[in-house]
């Protein structure tokens, strides 16, 4: 089928800190738009666009390259400090004043901190296949994961590895979802080299170490947050997620059996909904 997503035009806007490659798209609504942040080693090509077609079809969908990454000029920091610094410079680049964030594993680590640092611009949070760093007694991760993570070529294997897991119903969906993103990567070979990811990395390893972590300003997270993963996650290990449920003193947990870091991916129409359910509840 033919995705929104796929024929949504690549459009750049001058930062402060960078020239930022985004696209956007979906149903203009009197409602925050909804701003997406990138795992790892992704890209805007990286997206499902199952998974954003349910999105748009009820909210203004925005996606984007952070700084140094793929189509956006800048350097790519080397803390998730730096990192939410030129998130919030896209959005003030945009002259956005109030938005609602969906931050994806490292994505999620820097939409985080983007609602602590700027409270009055998030309405809405939600940290998928994320957590906070930091957290007491997170296992390490499988050798196996590292190998696969930082791989010059990742394979199919390993990216249904990381992503999907090993069951076969794992390892059909991610089939699936990766012939979807083939409309966009035929094309464009989307990538993130060596020297950005591994600044990418250097930040993941101050995080789970717990520097400049948001663990300990989990608290401060007063407005509604909705926290999803993957059961099975090897990437960042779900009682991450669960521990952020603990300490969050307004939240939604959803966690999906047998799936993976890509679970949102695994599940687009039902996780799509879940989220857009979010979005549109009336808090109390």
Excluded: C
Aim: glycine fraction near 10%; proline fraction near 6%; charged fraction near 20%.
């Amino acid at each position: 089928m033919a995705y929104i997503s796929d024929s949504a035009a690549t459009l750049h806007v001058e930062g402060r800190l960078a020239r930022y490659a985004y696209r956007d798209f979906g149903k203009a609504a009197p409602v925050p738009p909804l701003v997406l942040l990138q795992r790892f080693r992704g890209t805007l090509d990286h997206w499902d666009p199952a998974f954003l077609e349910v999105l748009a079809q009820d909210r203004r969908v925005i996606i984007f390259d952070n700084a140094g990454v793929s189509e956006s000029t800048g350097e790519v920091p080397t803390t998730m400090e730096g990192m939410a610094e030129s998130a919030f410079d896209f959005l003030a680049a945009l002259g956005l004043d109030e938005v609602d964030l969906l931050g994806w594993s490292v994505g999620g680590f820097v939409a985080q901190l983007v609602t602590l640092d700027h409270p009055e611009l998030v309405r809405k949070l939600i940290v998928a296949g994320s957590g906070p760093g930091g957290v007491p007694g997170t296992p390490e991760l499988e050798q196996r994961v590292v190998e696969y993570m930082t791989s010059p070529v990742p394979s199919q294997e390993a990216f249904l590895y990381l992503f999907f897991g090993l069951t076969d119903e794992g390892v059909r969906l991610g089939k699936e979802s990766l012939a979807r993103l083939e409309t966009r990567l035929q094309h464009s070979k989307a990538d993130v080299p060596p020297e950005q990811w591994t600044h990418q990395l250097q930040a993941i390893q101050r995080w789970s170490s717990g520097t400049g972590s948001a663990w300990s300003r989990l608290e401060e997270l007063k407005l509604p947050v909705l926290v999803a993963n993957g059961s099975h996650d090897v990437m960042v290990d779900s009682g991450n997620s669960f521990a952020m449920a603990q300490k969050l003193p307004t939240a939604r947990t959803v966690f999906y059996s047998g799936a993976g870091h890509a679970f949102l991916f695994q599940h687009p129409d039902e996780f799509g909904g879940v989220v857009l359910d979010f979005l549109n509840r009336q808090e109390k």
